[in-house]
Structure formats: C-alpha cells, structure tokens
C-alpha cells in the first residue's frame, strides 16, 4: 500500500509505509496517508475476538503495513504488550454503569495511552530502517504536552542506532509528568524544557523539520530527524486496534451483539485519539457517534460546531493539560479524508497564515454527520471525578472526566445506543492533587508527590506502578530554554554524531 501526503493535490510522490514512519512528516509538511482504508468484514472481527491482544494488533496492522509481515508485525506485538509491560490486559474495558463503560489504556510503563502507541512504535521504526536500508543516524525529535514525552523517552531508551530528544513546555505539565520525563534512564536520551505552551513547542519541532540548512548541517552529521508524536502514522495506526478489541470485547462480555453499535467519546489536543476511532469506523466497525471531548481550550469543539478553526484565542493551562492545545494537528488528516487534498492544502495556508479557517458547508455536514463536539469547564472536570467516584465507585483522571462530562451530555440528548465507550487515557495518579482536591474540595491541595499516597489512602486504591518512588530517582534534565533555541540544543545533542 502507497502512502501519500495529506497536501499532494496531484498524488504525484508515492511513499511506502516504511518511509512514512521513518521520516514523519511528509516533504512539503504534510501528514502521510495510505492510498485507501483497508476493510474488516463481520468474519474478521469475529475471529479476532478469540485472538490475544498482540494477535489483534499484529493482524489490523498488516493491513496497513504491507511492506512488514504479519510474522515480524506479530513479534514485534508480543513484545510491545508484553505481561512485563502492561499486565494481562493492555486496553482494558470496565464496566461503569450499564451502557457505560471505559477503555482504560494506561496500564503500560508510563501509565498513560501513549504507551499503546509508543511501546510499539520503535519496533517499527528499525524495521523500517532496515528495510529502506537506511544508515543515517534517526534522531527522534518531539514535542509533548505531557504524556507523550515519557511514553516515547521509554519506547525509545537504549535503542541501538537511535536517539530521542523531548522538548516540553516548563508550565505546561503536572509535576509527575516532569519528573518523569527530568528522571528518564537512558544514554540516548535528552530532555529539554522550553519557555512557552504546547503550541510553541509543537510549532518549533515543525518548523525545524522543515528547516533546510539545519537538516544539511545535521546531515554533515550523518543524522536525520524523525518524529514520535501523532503526526508520525507509525504511532498514529497502532492506535486503531484498540478501538477494534474493544469491540471485540463487548461482543465477548456480550455488552453488544455484532452490529450494534457502538459510540464513542474520546479526550481530545492533537485530534490523533479520535481519528483512529475514525478509521476503525471507517474500516467497517459497527461504530455510531464520535464524541470530541474537550477542555477550556475548545479550539475542535468550536470548529465541529461551525466550520470555523480559529486559533487567535487565549490559551488555557488547566487540570488536563495533555488536552492543552490549539493547533490539532491530525484534524489535517480528516480533512483530507472528507475534502481532498486540494482543499486541505488551503485550509493549511490559511492557518499558517491568518491562524484560522472555514470549512465550506458541505465538509461541515459531512464532519457534523459523524462527529459532536463537547467541552469542559475546570468546575466541570472536578465534579464528575467527584460524581462518579462517589456514585458508581470509579477513580478517573482529569481527562477521562472531560470525556465523562462530555457523553453524559450526549447521552441526555439521544438515544442511548446499547454502548457508550470512553476512552480513558491516563492513570489517576498522574494528576492525583487535582483528582485528590476534586474529591475533597474542603480541603488545601495537596503538592503533587504527596498527593499520590494521599489519594491512595483516601480512595483505598493502588498507585499506578510507574508512578511509585519517583521522588526518589535522580534528577538528570534540568535546563529550559527560550522557543528560538531549540535548535540550537539539538545541535549540541548531535555534536556526538560528528
């Protein structure tokens, strides 16, 4: 299967899925896209609900992934979902109340979603290095609002022939988050704060890989640049099965029979979460509405209501802050996918330009037949980890409750369809003061390493094992930088490779 750029109006310049992961972005800075949407038939989903985690992962893959086969693809998942690494169960469906239920997909290393993308990912990559016969040096350039950061440092760590750099902004993330990304083991790895929000960390690393004199200096250094986050397909695709067994799943737990359908809210930044429960809609999952869950910075909850994306607007720093984001940059992909790659190009423009557009009002009415957009307050976010704790038994962090909020809102107006599935991507404990004060609001917040074995305590639950003793491990990355320097840092980082 080919891939292309989300902005090659002509379809000129086919890709292999071994090139899509490698470099990231596409040439003219558009999103890789495969040629079509492979299908799943009700036969396939049938038999991958006898199959292993690994087994369902290895088998959607393929049919991406053409150039890999299933037997390397099913290797490289066995070890990426390992028991070691993520327990019997690496997305795990639970009950909430009847017709609710969440996937929880933060029992891997970093206790976030990301893990499901980013333990895998890396495998990928130095196959696909091999295949492409590559000998250049990757180094893998990131930009995190929090969680992807960790979840790629660990992916990433130790690989041979390959380096990983994170750029976070400095206020931008819990203190668990930083010190787990300020902590991370590993010879080839570095870590680096930036003075700025999401948005300008992410603007950077785009503006870097589409800088042609820093890639010729880093090629003098035999070292290319490669991405981890959502734009990369090679993270976004493994993202995909977990949609696909979750249904499984309910069919198993006979939570549905095969063809009902099955909605889904999901905690939306970068819009990559939800577009791969796009795609597994696409690919033929019984799967009726997308609920787009957002925070204060509702930046998608505005566009699927208008047609108007419009980033000149004040900037958020709020419990969720993986969701802390203005500039989504995988709703590109969904535009493509509905308008073409010749309107996507424009829309593009204009946001480079003027920093907003407007859809026309058929794309609206084709976005609007698959999506509904809804957004939290910060008041909101507190009372639902509060509700749901206190009525259903049910700890969530701060983003699963944006998505909490946001399908009890869309369950009061509809239909109930016989499931409701939120997408739960981050262990309490990772933002455990502001869950803890959620909960007991009468009380001071407590500071965010303390908070975890208060909430424990309080909630009679386990912390998450990632998070345990971070306190305790050496602080190795301390420095932050202004915006205008990040080159200037991942030069220094490539010094070694000269």
């Given at each position: 299967?080919?891939?292309?750029?989300?902005?090659?109006?002509?379809?000129?310049?086919?890709?292999?899925?071994?090139?899509?992961?490698?470099?990231?972005?596409?040439?003219?800075?558009?999103?890789?896209?495969?040629?079509?949407?492979?299908?799943?038939?009700?036969?396939?989903?049938?038999?991958?609900?006898?199959?292993?985690?690994?087994?369902?992962?290895?088998?959607?893959?393929?049919?991406?992934?053409?150039?890999?086969?299933?037997?390397?693809?099913?290797?490289?998942?066995?070890?990426?979902?390992?028991?070691?690494?993520?327990?019997?169960?690496?997305?795990?469906?639970?009950?909430?109340?009847?017709?609710?239920?969440?996937?929880?997909?933060?029992?891997?290393?970093?206790?976030?979603?990301?893990?499901?993308?980013?333990?895998?990912?890396?495998?990928?990559?130095?196959?696909?290095?091999?295949?492409?016969?590559?000998?250049?040096?990757?180094?893998?350039?990131?930009?995190?609002?929090?969680?992807?950061?960790?979840?790629?440092?660990?992916?990433?760590?130790?690989?041979?022939?390959?380096?990983?750099?994170?750029?976070?902004?400095?206020?931008?993330?819990?203190?668990?988050?930083?010190?787990?990304?300020?902590?991370?083991?590993?010879?080839?790895?570095?870590?680096?704060?930036?003075?700025?929000?999401?948005?300008?960390?992410?603007?950077?690393?785009?503006?870097?890989?589409?800088?042609?004199?820093?890639?010729?200096?880093?090629?003098?250094?035999?070292?290319?640049?490669?991405?981890?986050?959502?734009?990369?397909?090679?993270?976004l695709a493994p993202q995909i099965v977990y949609y696909i067994s979750a249904y499984c799943d309910l069919l198993n737990q006979k939570a549905l029979s095969f063809g009902d359908p099955?909605?889904?809210?999901?905690?939306?930044?970068?819009?990559?979460?939800?577009?791969?429960?796009?795609?597994?809609?696409?690919?033929?999952?019984?799967?009726?509405?997308?609920?787009?869950?957002?925070?204060?910075?509702?930046?998608?909850?505005?566009?699927?209501?208008?047609?108007?994306?419009?980033?000149?607007?004040?900037?958020?720093?709020?419990?969720?802050?993986?969701?802390?984001?203005?500039?989504?940059?995988?709703?590109?992909?969904?535009?493509?996918?509905?308008?073409?790659?010749?309107?996507?190009?424009?829309?593009?423009?204009?946001?480079?330009?003027?920093?907003?557009?407007?859809?026309?009002?058929?794309?609206?009415?084709?976005?609007?037949?698959?999506?509904?957009?809804?957004?939290?307050?910060?008041?909101?976010?507190?009372?639902?980890?509060?509700?749901?704790?206190?009525?259903?038994?049910?700890?969530?962090?701060?983003?699963?409750?944006?998505?909490?909020?946001?399908?009890?809102?869309?369950?009061?107006?509809?239909?109930?369809?016989?499931?409701?599935?939120?997408?739960?991507?981050?262990?309490?404990?990772?933002?455990?003061?502001?869950?803890?004060?959620?909960?007991?609001?009468?009380?001071?917040?407590?500071?965010?390493?303390?908070?975890?074995?208060?909430?424990?305590?309080?909630?009679?639950?386990?912390?998450?094992?990632?998070?345990?003793?971070?306190?305790?491990?050496?602080?190795?990355?301390?420095?932050?930088?202004?915006?205008?320097?990040?080159?200037?840092?991942?030069?220094?980082?490539?010094?070694?490779?000269?």
């Open positions: 299967m080919n891939y292309y750029s989300t902005r090659d109006t002509e379809k000129k310049t086919p890709f292999s899925s071994s090139h899509a992961i490698i470099k990231g972005l596409a040439p003219d800075g558009g999103l890789f896209m495969p040629e079509r949407i492979p299908s799943v038939t009700k036969e396939d989903i049938l038999n991958l609900c006898n199959k292993t985690y690994a087994e369902r992962a290895a088998s959607i893959l393929s049919k991406y992934l053409e150039d890999f086969t299933y037997e390397e693809l099913l290797e490289d998942c066995q070890k990426a979902y390992s028991f070691e690494k993520f327990g019997p169960d690496p997305a795990k469906t639970v009950k909430i109340r009847e017709g609710l239920y969440t996937l929880e997909l933060w029992h891997g290393p970093t206790a976030a979603f990301k893990d499901m993308a980013l333990q895998i990912m890396p495998r990928l990559l130095c196959r696909a290095l091999a295949k492409e016969k590559e000998t250049m040096h990757p180094l893998i350039l990131v930009a995190t609002s929090g969680d992807t950061g960790k979840a790629a440092l660990e992916g990433y760590r130790d690989l041979d022939g390959i380096s990983i750099m994170v750029f976070y902004p400095v206020d931008g993330v819990s203190r668990v988050q930083k010190l787990q990304m300020a902590t991370q083991e590993g010879g080839n790895v570095n870590v680096c704060a930036i003075r700025g929000n999401f948005d300008d960390a992410q603007t950077g690393v785009k503006n870097i890989f589409a800088d042609p004199a820093f890639s010729l200096l880093l090629k003098k250094r035999n070292v290319f640049l490669s991405s981890a986050n959502s734009i990369n397909w090679g993270r099955m909605d889904i809210t999901v905690p939306t930044g970068n819009f990559g979460n939800i577009f791969a429960a796009y795609l597994a809609k696409r690919m033929g999952v019984p799967i009726g509405r997308l609920v787009c869950a957002s925070n204060l910075n509702h930046v998608l909850t505005d566009f699927i209501r208008t047609g108007v994306y419009d980033r000149n607007r004040a900037f958020h720093t709020t419990m969720s802050p993986s969701m802390d984001i203005l500039i989504s940059s995988n709703l590109e992909r969904l535009l493509y996918l509905i308008a073409g790659s010749e309107r996507t190009c424009g829309y593009m423009q204009q946001l480079k330009a003027k920093g907003r557009y407007q859809v026309e009002p058929d794309i609206l009415a084709r976005i609007q037949a698959e999506f509904t957009a809804c957004y939290a307050t910060e008041e909101d976010t507190s009372r639902v980890i509060h509700d749901f704790f206190e009525k259903e038994g049910y700890l969530s962090d701060t983003h699963t409750a944006v998505a909490l909020h946001a399908a009890c809102e869309f369950l009061q107006k509809k239909t109930q369809a016989p499931c409701m599935l939120v997408a739960s991507t981050a262990s309490p404990y990772k933002f455990a003061a502001d869950v803890y004060h959620s909960l007991f609001p009468d009380e001071e917040k407590p500071e965010s390493l303390s908070a975890l074995s208060l909430l424990s305590g309080r909630t009679n639950t386990e912390i998450t094992y990632p998070l345990r003793n971070l306190d305790k491990k050496p602080i190795r990355f301390k420095s932050d930088i202004d915006c205008s320097d990040m080159e200037d840092e991942i030069a220094r980082f490539t010094e070694r490779f000269s």
